[in-house]
């Protein structure tokens, strides 16, 4: 227990993770109570316009990663999260005034997601090495899968209370909860103390995002992560469109069920989060095996018989996105010096951002035509490409070779090839 939670035992970091745990709730809040308000009072049932509302929030991450970049290397990154979590929370708070006085439209909702978008293209790379400054290189691994642990936890939690507060009260109180959420990580943000912090504040930034392509370029095992993550990322990380047009189009039930059905993934994702935190530091063989179990369980997900059978698939889907994703971050961050971590973080999470808007773009018109299910098909499939990369480029560029051996309680093995001069 000692070693699951040791990160903790820092006190900037502690402050920082029940903050942000705070806030994760109320995200997820949030995020029941607008898929719910596009797909069911402002369209008629329409997947694309949920997708086009997601689009809007991955596009900025592209478009602005020049300046995000050096932005998340260059500034104070306590000031930069205290201004771009008080620019969210005025967003929440336009989107309750407008969905409660019953002026919301459609183009409203995408306009403040793509100002959300924009907000958050700043905040994540930030947010995201902001973990470095609070706990020293050995822990950022456990550091790493406990933030993912409080995302998770909002997750059991946000998508229940959201759905049951749509079905009682409406969408628009959703996000007055979200609104007040943030103030979690304002309030840790200002009361963190100065000494909590391991690095100093400006770190040298010449070269730019170059730089930071050219380190990606020169480290190989990087470089495939970043390939790698890029295929799970096209469809895998959309999976509030796939839950919310299954609840929907499939099941026929209604908001308090779309919760439920994802806090069982959210199950799943917290019991991933506490074994990546008790692993320790993150390793290729653990990213390779988690995204095989994240297509396995996208497909088990695709063929559900029934809404219990649904659930528990969500679970283990859960666990796969989240052990999937935490292991690539921190590997990424692991291998990455700090004065290039900042930019390299951006570059990861703006490729993601065009790998889910792509995604999305296509998932939701194969939703629409073919139905949800044929979507999750998509994306275990794409995941499953994601392994077969990583498999070869082992292959390749280390000389390793896959081999089976039933004597073991673990048969499938990774291992170096034979010298054929010994």
């Not at 402002?42 to 997947?47: I, P, R, S």
């Not at 730019?208 to 993550?229: L, Y």
């Not at 509030?240 to 439920?260: D, K, Q, S, W």
């Amino acid at each position: 227990m000692t070693t699951l939670f040791r990160s903790l035992r820092i006190r900037g970091y502690r402050i920082w993770w029940i903050g942000m745990t705070a806030s994760n709730l109320g995200t997820w809040v949030q995020r029941i109570a607008q898929d719910w308000l596009v797909l069911t009072v402002l369209t008629n049932e329409d997947a694309t316009a949920v997708a086009v509302n997601m689009v809007l929030n991955f596009l900025p991450p592209v478009a602005l990663l020049p300046l995000t970049a050096l932005v998340a290397d260059r500034f104070d990154r306590k000031k930069t999260l205290l201004v771009t979590q008080s620019i969210q929370a005025l967003l929440a708070i336009a989107l309750a005034v407008l969905t409660l006085t019953g002026t919301i439209e459609l183009w409203m909702v995408f306009g403040l997601s793509a100002a959300l978008g924009i907000t958050s293209a700043f905040d994540q790379p930030v947010r995201q090495t902001f973990v470095s400054e609070l706990v020293p290189i050995s822990s950022i691994g456990n550091a790493i899968a406990l933030n993912q642990m409080s995302f998770n936890a909002g997750r059991l939690i946000g998508p229940g209370l959201g759905g049951l507060l749509v079905a009682v009260a409406g969408p628009g109180w959703g996000f007055v909860v979200n609104a007040v959420a943030f103030a979690g990580t304002i309030i840790a943000l200002v009361i963190i103390p100065a000494s909590a912090r391991d690095i100093p504040v400006r770190l040298p930034t010449a070269g730019g995002v170059g730089k930071a392509f050219s380190f990606i370029r020169s480290r190989g095992d990087v470089a495939v992560i970043f390939v790698m993550m890029f295929f799970v990322g096209l469809f895998a990380l959309n999976t509030p469109l796939y839950i919310a047009t299954m609840t929907r189009i499939e099941f026929h039930v209604g908001a308090n069920m779309l919760g439920y059905l994802t806090s069982a993934m959210a199950i799943g994702s917290l019991t991933g989060a506490l074994m990546a935190a008790r692993r320790g530091q993150p390793t290729l063989k653990h990213l390779t095996i988690a995204s095989a179990g994240l297509g396995a369980a996208f497909l088990i997900c695709a063929i559900a018989p029934a809404l219990w059978f649904f659930g528990v698939a969500l679970a283990c889907l859960g666990m796969g996105v989240m052990t999937t994703t935490a292991s690539a971050n921190g590997l990424i961050q692991i291998a990455t010096p700090p004065e290039l971590r900042g930019r390299v973080i951006a570059i990861y999470l703006a490729s993601l951002s065009v790998a889910s808007a792509v995604g999305a773009l296509i998932a939701g018109p194969i939703i629409d035509v073919f139905g949800p299910r044929w979507a999750m098909v998509a994306a275990g499939t794409a995941s499953l490409i994601a392994v077969t990369i990583v498999l070869v480029w082992l292959a390749v560029a280390r000389s390793f070779r896959v081999h089976w051996n039933r004597s073991l309680r673990w048969p499938l093995r990774f291992a170096p090839r034979p010298d054929p001069g010994t």
